[in-house]
């Protein structure tokens, strides 16, 4: 089955020591996303990538780097992470941003931070 | 600016039948999706709305009444396993057609 995977489901790091969350998918969309998403809160976006074309939110720390080496993977690094980046990280998947597609996501990985 | 409102929190019985509204407020309206989130799960796709009007998929429907701002989920014959969150999410030419999303509302399912 077509699908986005993410690993590793649950990551634990120390505070401050640099962590990278891995995406990839089989559905060939052009876009995938990266949200934080906190107990009981709405998923935040991150950053997207359009094919090659990188989109950064405003309000993104500058702790938080991107990349996207091909169609099927992306990666989300946290240079320094600190307490407040314990989070679920959720990767998401579309075909495009303006024909309303549905995202996909995939099952997220939970991170915490000691 | 853009803000989508639900309640936090729900409460329904096994068999019976409940509606999650949801308000938003955006420029340039492109769409509304509505999203179940199972507890320490990634969002699932539910619906989609883009015009005004009721689309229902068995148990689950969604209307939109876009000159209000105003949609909502309707649940029937609610079964032990829809308890979860339900999260609405807007696309719209504030956001450059991003999803905004809510902070969703949590389903619990009583039998």
């Known amino acids: 089955d077509a699908m986005v995977i993410q690993n590793p489901r649950y990551q634990v790091t120390q505070f401050g020591k640099p962590v990278t969350l891995s995406c990839s998918q089989t559905l060939n969309h052009n876009v995938m996303y990266w949200y934080q998403q906190k107990s009981s809160q709405a998923p935040k976006l991150l950053f997207h990538?359009?094919?090659?074309?990188?989109?950064n939110e405003a309000d993104t720390p500058d702790n938080f780097q991107s990349r996207r080496p091909n169609t099927s993977f992306c990666f989300l690094d946290i240079r320094s992470p600190g307490l407040g980046d314990a989070a679920m990280y959720l990767c998401a998947t579309s075909r495009d941003t303006v024909s309303n597609q549905p995202q996909h996501f995939g099952d997220g990985t939970r991170l915490s931070i000691l | 600016g853009q803000n989508i409102d639900q309640p936090t929190e729900m409460t329904a019985t096994e068999g019976a039948i409940v509606q999650i509204n949801c308000t938003y407020q955006t420029s340039g309206f492109n769409g509304l999706f509505w999203y179940q989130q199972h507890a320490g799960e990634a969002p699932t796709f539910l619906s989609y709305n883009v015009l005004d009007g009721l689309e229902e998929k068995g148990r689950f429907s969604s209307f939109l009444s876009r000159s209000k701002g105003y949609s909502y989920l309707l649940l029937k014959e609610l079964q032990m396993k829809d308890s979860a969150s339900y999260l609405c999410a807007v696309s719209g030419v504030d956001s450059n057609y991003q999803l905004i999303w809510g902070a969703g509302t949590k389903l619990i399912i009583k039998p």
């Open positions: 990538y359009y094919d090659k074309d990188f989109n």
